[in-house]
């Protein structure tokens, strides 16, 4: 009986042809499922290590037999974001928050990540 990918999970291993630091540590597939369709995914990740997040792991996800491609992109996301804004309108107001966002008393700039701590009032 072979294994049989469920939806929305995938399965990482170690990269046993890994040659150089680009290519990635860990490879894997899977399979996600999005309003009823099922995307098989692979997957690519680097075991990274920073001083602020100690080790961790970078991902990439993509379509199974998409390729990365090296050439630039078409416009084909920036048309479909003009679109999307000519059908539902912009997505800011004038005072540049999201028009169902009024109701907030407050915004916050800058990095407010729990690593990073705010001056008490």
């Known amino acids: 009986m072979s294994y049989e990918q469920r939806p929305n999970s995938a399965t990482l291993f170690r990269n046993r042809d890994k040659k150089n630091d680009n290519q990635p540590d860990l490879k894997g597939d899977g399979a996600i499922e999005i309003d009823g369709q099922l995307y098989q995914i692979e997957l690519a990740a680097w075991i990274k290590q920073s ?3 100690g ?3 970078s991902l990439s ?52 990540s729990p690593e990073r701590r705010l001056p008490r009032a």
Do not use: C, M, Y
């Open 51 to 53: 001083d602020r997040a």
């Open 55 to 57: 080790k961790f792991l």
């Open 61 to 112: 996800i993509k379509l199974k037999g998409e390729r990365q491609s090296t050439q630039p992109r078409s416009n084909g996301g920036r048309q479909q974001f003009n679109n999307h804004v000519n059908q539902h309108g912009t997505a800011f107001d004038d005072e540049g928050a999201p028009p169902d966002d009024k109701d907030i008393p407050f915004i916050v700039n800058g990095d407010v």
